[in-house]
């Protein structure tokens, strides 16, 4: 998949099968988008492109990033998440837009004539059934079916019935994510949620019993962590090696009071040096939530059990 990342560069291409949206967890609904448009693709001739926009809009057209509306904004994959699963589905090019201002005052003939026509050359569109583009979200399927002869392409909706079958939407996964409910985020998406950090160092405590752990700075400040708790989840590190983690999102109320919250994950049946490294998490199981105990030999005592029960949950 080529990735583009400014329309100034996008090539010139000859019957484009396009879509376009924000695409926020490419969960399974997007994936029935996806699949259309690799079909059409296929029976035109034509490359699948995908367009897709980094910041999100809501970051350029709503409060300040203080406001508390903003604090509700959660994404559920970073940038770079996005375009490793797009490319999975077989799109041939992905155009991010960057969303600004200025392109967000286009109208919906702006949008049409100078990004999906002099930019991609869209020669047929493929859209969920509740897309919106252009200045107010003013454009939509009726308004491209009603100029379609006069753009020069084809446009087709998938139907709200095929969407509406799956049942998911990315307000259900992040609802799902924030009330240790891991079994129907994964049900939505399709995959195993993720979560990537830098391995940074911490206390160091864990060693002092037995379970040292990975704590994970989290780079990008939108992504969505999911609730505080015990999790089973796979880890993989930068070099590929898949290993049975057993993780803690949550303040240590064993260890103090008014910590700031850490993400740690020990790795079991694993030794090595894993600092400053990039380490991905896919959240299994939701084991329990976050307690305290009366002593670090009670919380080691604890941890042997969610070891157990981690491997048992990755079985």
Not at 10 to 22: D, I, M
Not at 287 to 301: T, V
């Amino acid at each position: 998949m080529l990735v583009i990342r400014d329309p100034a560069d996008f090539p010139r291409l000859q019957n484009a099968v396009v879509t376009s949206g924000t695409f926020d967890g490419v969960h399974r609904g997007h994936q029935r988008i996806l699949a259309r448009l690799r079909e059409a693709a296929d029976a035109a001739g034509g490359p699948a492109v995908v367009i897709t926009y980094w910041p999100h809009p809501r970051l350029v057209l709503g409060p300040p990033p203080s406001h508390p509306e903003l604090l509700e904004l959660q994404l559920l994959n970073t940038l770079d998440e996005r375009i490793a699963r797009l490319a999975a589905f077989g799109v041939d090019y992905l155009l991010i837009v960057p969303f600004t201002r200025e392109f967000a005052q286009w109208t919906s003939e702006e949008y049409i004539q100078r990004l999906l026509l002099d930019t991609v050359g869209a020669r047929h569109l493929v859209i969920g059934y509740d897309h919106r583009f252009g200045k107010n979200r003013e454009g939509g399927f009726d308004y491209l079916s009603q100029h379609a002869a006069r753009y020069g392409f084809d446009v087709e909706e998938i139907p709200r019935a095929d969407i509406d079958a799956v049942g998911v939407s990315s307000t259900r996964i992040r609802a799902a994510l924030r009330g240790h409910d891991v079994a129907t985020a994964t049900r939505y998406l399709g995959y195993e949620y993720p979560v990537t950090g830098r391995v940074v160092t911490g206390q160091q405590l864990g060693r002092t019993i037995g379970y040292p752990t990975a704590n994970l700075h989290v780079a990008e400040p939108l992504k969505l962590v999911p609730a505080q708790g015990i999790y089973a989840v796979w880890a993989t590190t930068a070099a590929g090696t898949r290993h049975r983690g057993m993780l803690s999102i949550g303040v240590r109320p064993t260890v103090g009071a008014g910590l700031a919250q850490t993400i740690e994950v020990n790795l079991l049946d694993f030794s090595g040096d894993l600092y400053g490294q990039l380490l991905t998490l896919e959240f299994v199981a939701w084991l329990r939530g976050e307690e305290k105990y009366n002593g670090l030999d009670a919380l080691k005592a604890q941890l042997a059990l969610d070891a157990e029960a981690t491997r048992a949950a990755l079985a």
